[in-house]
Structure formats: C-alpha cells, structure tokens
C-alpha cells in the first residue's frame, strides 16, 4: 500500500513540473492558419569565412544548408513548428523548433533577426531557424 502511494506522489509531482515547463516556452503570438530575454549562450560574434544570405530572396534561390541571417516579421503561424517570414524582399517558410525559441514570445510587430540554414526539397525551399534574437 505505501509503494502505491509513494508511486501516485511522484506521477503526480512529475506531472506538474512537465505542465510548468511547457507553459515557459514561448513562441509566436498572432494570426494562425492552422490551429523578452534570450536564454544566455555564449559564442563567437564576428566575421565568418561562410558567405550568409541576408535576405529572403536570396534564400529563395540558395542552395541546400546555405547560411542566413534574416531580419524581418514572422506574419503567420502555418502549423505547429511552422510559421511565414517576412523581410523587406518577399515571404517565406520558416521552421522553429519549440527548444529555439528560448522563452521569448513575439507578434507580427515585433522585428526579429532569424539564423538558420536553406532546407531545399525537390519544388520548396524553407529556413530551418537554429535562434531566433529581438532586431534592434
């Protein structure tokens, strides 16, 4: 009888701190087709020897797995982990995997840069995003 009881305890207490990570992830607030702080990670930030696309177009036309760094609005959500971008040179497909966003929540209004790679198929080409950082 105890074991029972000292199992519930725990599948109980467990539930409740997967239910309170999930609520702390953030993502993307605003239309949906379908249905403020970066998490501190340091690095190097300067020039790279990988040439990196700076615009939608340009993405639209690169290769697979070419670097980019987009500045723009995320417009729509379009499924679960895929949303629309949009920067001042046309729109595009784009994937955030819910461990990327690291907490931060942004609408249409809010200008954001993206860092990711090109994901070509066969006929589409979408940003598969590795961060997503507030523009200033």
Do not use: C
């Amino acid at each position: 009888m105890k074991k029972l009881l000292v199992a519930s305890v725990l599948v109980f207490s467990s539930m409740s701190v997967m239910a309170a990570q999930q609520s702390n992830q953030g993502g993307f607030s605003g239309p949906q087709e379908a249905a403020p702080l970066a998490q501190n990670q340091g690095g190097f930030n300067g020039p790279s020897a990988i040439p990196v696309l700076n615009t939608v177009k340009a993405a639209s036309q690169a290769d697979d797995n070419a670097a980019v760094e987009l500045t723009g609005h995320i417009i729509s959500s379009i499924g679960k982990e895929d949303y629309m971008f949009k920067d001042a040179t046309g729109e595009m497909k784009i994937e955030i995997d819910h461990k990327d966003w690291h907490g931060m929540t942004v609408t249409p209004a809010t200008k954001i840069i993206i860092r990711g790679e090109v994901d070509k198929d066969w006929t589409v080409r979408t940003i598969d995003v590795d961060s997503v950082t507030l523009a200033k």
